[in-house]
């Protein structure tokens, strides 16, 4: 027996608890009686009644009377109910619904000690009596004295009297008729879970059918007389005359006075008989007239009676509701409610039809409708309509909405109907509060609002109808401005909280053609469900393909995808229960057979929440979503090589298909389990994926033999699936859809299109040709309760009671523990390639391709020869270099770094780095590319060299600076050596954007490796050779082991740097700071050739600094210094007479003239070796000084060009490299002999000793 919720409501001392009873099965009442005792706040000895009646501990809890809705007491019942032929039943008015038995005489008033009291202020205390008897039911007055006034069907009628039957009785403002206690046999029968199942329920039109009449009378006959013709006699007479005359034949005067003498004695014969005929059409007409009132009065009379035939009254609609009479619900059209009694134009077969009184007034449930007016009529009216609703149209047509704390609430609250009705056609919202209150909804197809107010000031304006409620008598306000009144009818809370209990164990089993079936079902109560990985075992010995769908007429429905397949369709709309029916489907195919023999893959492109837990099922081989569509590509790969290798297995043991296999089964060979592909909502995934349609027309072509099933779910099949799909479906499940054309387009029937909203899962099941039948699908995301709990209504469910896990999560448990020690199922393809994957050491792969077109993943090695990198940015450029560079070091190559991004930063400091350059200098690059194409020309030519490897991060910014800086020589040399630097050790690794794969020299790399998105697939993955792969990442620290052979060395000069930070000076070298392409030490030899140096420079270049480097260089190497002075020529000449040795002059001012340059000119001519003349001066003062001392130390081609423009290499007879550093301090070209070097000189720490008293 299933689990369930039970709803009682017990009454203590005239208060009434509501309770709630979760229990996991039917079980007797009496386990739970103190529970329930306590729980209503009685003491624990209380005894709890049914009416009259203890109540009995062996009853079951889920069967009648214990039901929802019943209503338990601490004491019996006073008054037994008494069921009698006839009642006098108030069919309408401010108190209506109260009824009595008429076996004898009944009083009548709107005092308590009458039979049949009502709170009517228009009633007498005792108004009248009613007394059965032999010639029919009379009327008398309630004493002798009284002459109550009274009205049968709107007539006067003086008591006593006798009461027709059918006719209505009018009694102040209340209408009382006889009714018969009896509404047709119920058709509910119990369900076991405390509820009744309605099993069919009849179907009204909207309003009553109209008959047809006779045609109405004609207008009345009118006497109309001919005029005598006498203008043809007169005209006759005078030709007869005119004739006589012109022939004088006087005989044609007799014919001429015989034609008008006829005429007139014609015209007076028609007179006569048109009188005649006049006064017999007015005696047929007023036949006529009179049988037309009579048939007007009999219409009118018909129209009464059938009016209140059809508008049950409220204790009718009572009574169905407590006997579950196959009349409940019986209304499917757009609602319309009485109101009251009143006139209205006849509903008879006229164009103009006469008004009826005392007929029931109805008006439409739609839009907005005000209810306005003090005094208890507002509610009373509003419980009326609320009854209609709830009594008169199925759950599953309407929903009603209360809002919190409506004094309604509390009566309806079991009901079916309460809820927000999203799948409903009709609502009926009930608010109160203030025009602007948030809580008011927006008006929509099918939806009511019923705002009840005190005044009509409070209504939201416009209001589509307007009910102002005025004591006994409601006016109805049209949306036109008409204004009618009529008599109300309204009811108390009492019967309405006793209709709330009636229908609260009810539950609609019908639906269009669903031959009574449950309105919902789950999968634990169709079928013995898996409680035991012992008895999942069991059943898996006999494995099949099989699953319980769910509940169809008088059986349990079953799919057998051997049998019915090989594939299935599932179409439904949103909330159809489209998704639960694959989780059924999918589960009991579990259940059917281990995972060696039957495993899953599950296609979700609904957000990836569609398949929930199953996707951790041992049959499952993998889960695709639309969050990873290469993902599901990477699937039809997959599934393409698993089609490959299951033909190849049929081939090699020539069987037709996988049955014939499994039947002979070789040794040594696994027969492939069979796969079911499982896709919610394949039209998403047709139109995101294309590819992996026409991947699943194949499957579909080659299912069957190979043992390949497809599932296809989708909201609209049409212009989604495929002719060569749809051939091969041969089962069909539709559930709810919105179009007809949508249920003919998969069953071949409307069927489905005519399912109500209200029903999620219900369905049609088309096997091949059969005809669809309805089918109710099960569930099995349920919970199930361990124990029985008992609380209040709205408390909290203590914790861990509550209810156990989840069917489905429980079953996946199962079946995951039965699965342990069994062979796993087949995975078409590999698992995915994780998302970062680390290098351990000594590993020498640069990546793993991903191959499942063959199910395998492949190491990709270093490749051979030069290598881009291309990808966008973040996609793992630098990170890929890196590697390249770490294998390349591995096998004892130097590196060679150009790094504009710094993602070659962490090589700099390897033992393997000869040269890095962040490639801010063009020139410098291109000063490594020129060293680089010589080295490989050389090796080109026969010659040989350790491996080297230039690495450059960055293609498009390099070649695009060398190409400005030297005019494309740069560039093209670097092409060169990408297309053949490989078979002679020397390799190019590079990287660029996504364009770089378009560069003119990308052809000329061996391999290509472009990176794809890193937001889609995540850093370090793309595509090599045409496989998919994913980069290592490698560790940034070095291998092991040193770099062979000599370094290519080119390194950037520093900006500036200290006299400590030169570098080492080798022996006979007076170095002034480092140089050349490797900021190598640049200086002056010792003791050299001597003769002249010329320091050359703007203003603040460092040409002072320059000449004190120069003086401390020479000092460390012995060789003093001394600075000349113009002002004392004879001291400077008795000096440099005395002095013997290597010497160093040095001039730093205005350019001598006169002796002192005299002096100097003949120490040039006889300077020898190590003896030097340093002088300092602007670039401007050395291009004028054509001869005289300047000229002569230019002369010598030697000398510190600091900041110079590539004019000023004339000044020593040099030509200066291109160089792009922006001009600073100490920066410049030293020249020697007039070869010339880029030199950064070093800032002396302190100032050597060139005074004018040094001596040699």
């Known amino acids: 027996m299933p689990a369930f919720r039970w709803c009682p409501t017990i009454e203590v001392r005239g208060r009434t608890v509501d309770l709630e009873v979760d229990l996991p099965a039917a079980q007797p009442l009496g386990p739970l009686l103190p529970e329930l005792v306590a729980a209503a706040g009685l003491p624990a000895d209380a005894v709890l009644h049914l009416g009259a009646l203890a109540v009995d501990p062996a009853w079951t809890i889920g069967l009648p009377p214990l039901v929802d809705g019943v209503l338990l007491a601490d004491v019996p019942a006073a008054d037994l109910p008494v069921v009698g032929a006839m009642r006098v039943t108030c069919v309408a008015g401010p108190d209506a619904g109260r009824s009595v038995v008429l076996d004898g005489p009944v009083r009548v008033g709107r005092g308590p000690g009458n039979d049949l009291s009502l709170d009517d202020p228009h009633l007498s205390r005792r108004h009248l009596e009613i007394r059965p008897g032999p010639e029919g039911v009379l009327l008398l007055p309630a004493s002798a004295d009284d002459r109550p006034v009274l009205h049968l069907d709107g007539a006067p009628v003086d008591v006593p009297a006798r009461w027709p039957p059918g006719a209505v009785l009018r009694a102040g403002s209340s209408r009382l008729s006889v009714t018969l206690d009896h509404d047709g046999d119920p058709t509910g029968r119990p369900d076991g879970r405390a509820g009744i199942e309605i099993v069919g329920t009849a179907t009204v039109p909207a309003e009553p059918a109209v008959p047809p009449l006779p045609p109405p009378p004609g207008p009345a006959p009118e006497l109309r007389r001919r005029p005598l013709p006498l203008v043809a006699a007169v005209g006759g007479a005078v030709l007869g005359a005119v004739i006589a005359a012109v022939t004088g034949m006087w005989m044609f005067l007799l014919l001429a006075a015989l034609g008008p003498a006829l005429l007139l004695l014609g015209a007076v014969a028609d007179r006569i008989t048109g009188r005649r005929g006049y006064r017999r059409a007015r005696l047929d007409h007023r036949a006529d007239t009179l049988a037309e009132a009579a048939v007007l009065a009999g219409a009118l009379a018909d129209d009464r009676r059938r009016s209140w035939r059809y508008h049950d009254d409220p204790a009718t609609l009572l009574r169905r509701a407590e006997t579950g009479s196959f009349r409940l619900w019986e209304q499917r059209a757009g609602p319309r409610v009485v109101i009251g009694t009143g ?148 009811i108390g809370s009492g019967l309405l909280t006793r209709a709330g209990r009636a229908l609260a164990p009810l539950r609609l089993r019908t639906g269009t053609g669903s031959g009574g079936l449950p309105a919902a079902v789950h999968r634990r109560d169709l079928a013995p469900w898996p409680t035991d990985p012992a008895t999942v075992r069991t059943g898996w010995r006999t494995p099949g393909r099989t699953a319980v769908l769910g509940a169809a007429p008088g059986a349990t429905a079953v799919l057998d995808l051997a049998a019915d397949g090989p594939h299935l369709l599932v179409a439904g709309t949103t909330g159809a229960g489209k998704s639960e029916l694959l989780l059924t489907l999918v589960a009991g195919l579990a259940v059917s057979a281990p995972p060696a023999e039957t495993s899953f893959l599950l296609v979700d492109y609904k957000g990836g929440a569609a398949f929930g837990p199953l996707a951790a099922l041992p049959h499952t081989v993998g889960v695709i979503t639309d969050l990873d569509e290469h993902a599901a590509a990477r699937a039809l790969t997959g599934l393409r090589a698993e089609l490959r290798r299951r033909e190849r297995i049929l081939a090699e043991h020539s069987v037709p298909d996988l049955a014939a296999l499994g039947r002979i089964r070789p040794p040594g060979v696994g027969v492939p389990a069979a796969l079911v592909v499982v896709v919610d909502e394949f039209a998403t995934l047709a139109a995101e994926l294309p590819d992996f349609l026409d991947g699943l027309v194949d499957l579909a072509r080659r299912g069957r033999a190979l043992g390949i099933h497809l599932v296809l779910a989708t909201q609209r099949p049409a212009g989604v699936v495929s002719a060569a799909i749809r051939a091969n479906i041969t089962t069909r499940i539709c559930l709810r859809v919105g179009e007809t054309a949508d249920s003919l387009d998969v069953l071949g029937s409307a069927d489905a299109a005519a399912i109500p909203l209200g029903l999620p899962g219900r369905a049609y099941l088309r096997r091949g040709p059969e005809r669809p039948r309805p089918v109710q699908t099960a569930r099995i995301t349920g919970h199930r309760p361990v124990r029985a709990t008992v609380r209040r209504s709205g408390m ?431 920066q410049g070209f030293w020249v020697l002999d007039g070869s010339a070097v880029p030199v950064q000189v070093a800032v002396p720490d302190g100032r050597p000793d060139i005074s004018p008293a040094a001596r040699g």
Not at 387 to 412: I, K
């Open 343 to 490: 006139r209205r134009p006849a509903l008879i077969d006229r164009h103009t039809p006469p008004e009826v009184d005392e007929v029931p007034i109805t008006v439409a449930m739609a839009g907005t409708l005000g209810i306005v007016g003090a005094g208890a009529g507002v509610e009373s009216l509003l419980r009326w309509l609320l009854l209609q609703l709830v009594t008169r149209y199925s759950p599953a047509d309407l929903a009603v909405e209360l809002g919190p704390g409506d004094p309604c609430l509390r009566s309806l609250a079991p009901v079916p109907h309460l809820g927000t009705g999203d799948g409903t056609p009709y609502r009926v919202v009930v608010r109160r509060g203030r025009p602007d209150d948030p809580a008011r909804r927006p008006p929509g197809p099918g939806l009511t609002t019923v705002l009840p107010a005190a005044d009509r000031l409070l209504l939201p304006e416009p209001c589509d109808l307007v009910l102002e409620v005025a004591g006994t008598r409601v006016r109805v306000h049209g949306p036109d401005g008409t204004a009618a009144w009529c008599d109300l009818t309204g």
């Open 796 to 1226: 909290p469910v203590p914790a861990g009671e509550s209810s156990g896990p989840r069917d489905v999560d429980d079953l996946v448990r199962t079946l995951s523990a039965a699965a342990q020690g069994l062979p796993a199922p087949h995975r078409p393809w590999l698992p995915p390639l994780p998302a970062v994957l680390t290098a351990a050491p000594g590993d020498h792969r640069l990546a793993v391709a991903d191959l499942p077109e063959s199910a395998e993943q492949r190491d990709v090695p270093l490749p051979s020869g030069s290598v881009l990198v291309t990808g966008p940015n973040r996609s793992g450029r630098s990170s890929t270099l890196r590697r390249l560079a770490h294998l390349h070091a591995a096998k004892g190559a130097q590196l060679l770094l150009v790094d504009p991004t710094g993602g070659l930063r962490p090589l700099v400091d390897w033992p393997h780095t000869a040269t890095h350059l962040d490639g801010r200098d063009p020139v410098l690059v291109g000063v490594l590319i020129r060293r680089l194409h010589r080295e490989w020309t050389g090796r080109a030519a026969g010659g040989d060299g350790s491996p080297l490897v230039l690495v450059l991060d960055g293609w498009e910014t390099i070649t695009a600076a060398l190409d400005l800086a030297d005019f494309g020589t740069g560039s093209g040399q670097l092409a060169e050596m990408v297309a053949g630097g490989g078979p002679v050790g020397l390799h190019v690794v590079a990287s660029g954007g996504e364009r770089a794969v378009h560069h003119r020299s990308a052809r000329s790399f061996d391999t290509v490796l472009e990176l794809a998105d890193p937001a889609v697939d995540g850093p370090g993955r793309g595509r090599i050779g045409g496989m998919s792969t994913a980069v290592l990442l490698g560790p940034d620290t070095p291998p092991p082991g040193r770099p062979v052979g000599g370094a290519v060395v080119v390194r950037p000069l520093p900006t500036s740097l200290g006299w400590a930070e030169r570098p080492a000076a080798p022996p006979g070298l007076a170095v002034i700071g480092p140089g050349g392409e490797d900021a190598g030490p640049v200086g002056l030899p010792v003791p050299g050739p001597g003769g002249g140096i010329l320091v050359a420079g703007p203003r603040r270049s460092g040409v002072s600094t320059a000449l004190a480097a120069l003086a401390l260089a020479l000092a460390s190497q012995g060789v003093p210094s001394r600075r000349v002075r113009g002002t004392d020529p004879a001291a400077e000449h008795r000096f440099l007479t005395d002095h013997t040795g290597p010497l160093l002059l040095v001039h730093d001012g205005p350019v001598p003239d006169g002796p002192l340059a005299e002096l100097l000119l003949r120490y040039l001519e006889i300077c020898g070796p190590g003896q030097y003349l340093a002088i300092g001066c602007r670039p401007e003062q050395a291009q004028r000084a054509l001869r005289g001392l300047l000229a002569e130390v230019r002369a010598h081609r030697t000398g510190l060009l600091l900041q110079p423009t590539p004019a000023d290499g004339s000044l020593l007879d040099t030509t200066l490299p291109r160089r792009s550093a922006e001009p600073r301090p100490g």
